[in-house]
């Protein structure tokens, strides 16, 4: 889409009938001025998983993994948009807790797209179990701890989420935290999602 159009449309069209490219100067000039809508903590699902600082700093580095993963399968599915995301999130969130429980049943999302960025993410969760596996002889990233990244991922996208049909403000966060550039200083920072 040229620069003359979307200056002209995606004032009001943005991320409602028009998807910008997400490194579009005027829609990232956008999301510096955009104003998210506060969370209403009684709206937040799955607040029965407790996902304490302690929790995040000890799986810091599966939070890296599983974003950069969900990061990936986003940006390499046609058309996803951060309601795909959150749809992925919610049902991988299902498929863990009912692993809890010793059944094994996959929750799948009635979106394609959605199930697109679910398989996709948890075919490679299970690649890196194996490789880590071969590697080292045990399995460190275990299924609790990844539901509680998952919920904690969930909530970011919460944050995130800018109502727009075609939004992609969750993954624009994701790109500029967890893409292949480092983080800059002024980096867009997430507010506190732990739920006491």
Known sequence: MGGDICSQCCGTEREVSIDCPLDCEYLLEA?????????????????????????????????????RMLLTAALSTAGANDNDLREALDTMIRTYRTRQTGLIYESRPTNPVAGTIQQQVLEEIAQFQEAEARQTGVHSMRDTDVLGVLVF??????????????GRSLISFLLERYGQKQQSPAAPQSPSLIIP
């Open 153 to 166: 991922l969930q909530r970011v996208g919460i944050h995130w989420d800018n109502k727009r049909p075609r």
């Open 31 to 67: 999301r510096k001025h955009e104003k998210l809508s506060a969370v209403d903590p009684k709206l937040i699902p799955n607040k029965d998983i407790r996902v304490t600082d302690e929790f995040m700093n000890e799986h810091e580095a599966l939070l890296d993994v599983l974003a």
